[in-house]
């Protein structure tokens, strides 16, 4: 366990189409959040899990986003019936809740 | 919003010379990070910096934090090619639940 990873690295889809997405953080840490980077800006916050509990959402996640994380381990971030303005990378991140964020590499989606 | 912002938004420097980029943000903090982001990755942690705290070194990183000011400064010394990407900072919310991230600062340095 070498680090955060996320899985697909890249997934195109066309508009209307759900897609997944999911992170294995690392093992030890407790905390994962999910963020959303579009070009040229930094990244947002979407939601945050302390163990299997999503303690904290944001306004940018609406009811077509759903994220979970069930048995306090790995996480999967859905999106339904996407649209092009959710074209974006999508990162995850885990830490200990002290210190700094340990990030994935991300999913770049892109909808067409 | 507490999102800090990066001063500048690009920054282009010859290898060797020294890098300085800039935080500022609105809101008390408990702490402030910053983050390194090659292109198209994930980014990398660099240094935190808690609000009690005014400088930190890390390597070639040194990171000042002034509260007064709500600013924070990192400086890269010595740079290198391989230092070449988006630098951001990002501080805590009031839950510290997240971090709200700059836009960052483009730093390219040439070899």
């Known amino acids: 366990d070498t680090g955060v990873s996320q899985d697909p690295r890249h997934k195109i889809t066309k508009r209307g189409q759900n897609v997944t997405f999911r992170c294995d953080p690392i093992?030890?840490?407790?905390?994962l959040y999910w963020y959303r980077q579009t070009l040229g800006q930094g990244p947002e916050f979407l939601t945050y899990?302390?163990?299997?509990?999503?303690?904290?959402k944001s306004r940018l996640l609406s009811d077509r986003f759903s994220a979970e994380r069930p048995k306090g381990s790995f996480s999967t971030l859905e999106i339904q019936r996407t649209e092009q303005g959710d074209s974006a990378m999508y990162l995850c991140?885990?830490?200990?809740?002290?210190?700094?964020?340990?990030f994935g590499s991300g999913t770049r989606l892109t909808v067409v | 919003s507490q999102q800090g912002e990066e001063d500048p938004q690009a920054l282009s420097i010859q290898e060797g010379e020294n890098a300085t980029m800039n935080c500022s943000y609105k809101?008390?903090?408990?702490?402030l990070q910053w983050y390194r982001q090659n292109s198209g990755r994930g980014l990398v942690h660099l240094i935190l910096?808690?609000?009690?705290?005014r400088e930190k070194h890390s390597g070639r990183l040194r990171v000042t934090l002034d509260t007064s000011k709500k600013s924070s400064s990192l400086l890269i010394t010595a740079s290198r090619a391989a230092d070449t990407a988006s630098y951001f900072c990002?501080?805590?919310?009031?839950?510290?639940?997240?971090?709200?991230f700059g836009t960052g600062t483009s730093l390219t340095v040439i070899p």
């Open positions: 809101t008390s903090i408990n702490n």
């Open positions: 899990f302390q163990n299997e509990a999503q303690l904290e």
């Open positions: 991140a885990s830490s200990m809740g002290y210190g700094g964020y340990t």
């Open positions: 910096i808690r609000s009690n705290e």
């Open positions: 093992s030890e840490h407790n905390r």
């Open positions: 990002a501080t805590d919310s009031n839950t510290g639940n997240q971090f709200y």
